[in-house]
């Protein structure tokens, strides 16, 4: 029966030559940027549909209960996406170091 590795981080390219993977801090500051950007968006859209249940809560007294469990969940999906976010930054900051200071 065959073996099968399951890693996180499987690189396939180190298993097959024996060398180690080189990593490119120009190709990895890019993609912690693209993600950065991304976590942007998602932290302005949740926390634009916050407010937006937040004004639907005061219209629709009726259902106000339900309004603002959405808000609040809105809300906690924007402090989450601000934390990715910050941590991309970071991650962004270090790919730029390595780059510079190899």
Not at 5 to 16: F, N, Q, S, W, Y
Request: proline residues 3%; aromatic residues 4%.
């Amino acid at each position: 029966m065959a073996e099968h590795h399951h890693h996180l981080h499987h690189h396939k390219a180190e298993e097959e030559t024996g060398a180690p993977h080189v990593v490119d801090y120009a190709e990895e500051e890019k993609k912690h940027k693209h993600r950065e950007h991304a976590g942007e968006l998602g932290a302005m859209a949740a926390g634009a549909y916050a407010l937006y249940e937040k004004h639907k809560a005061k219209k629709d007294p009726e259902n106000a209960h339900g309004h603002k469990i959405k808000e609040e969940v809105a809300a906690a999906a924007a402090v989450a996406a601000g934390g990715y976010v910050f941590h991309e930054h970071h991650e962004k900051k270090d790919a730029k170091k390595h780059q510079e200071h190899p």
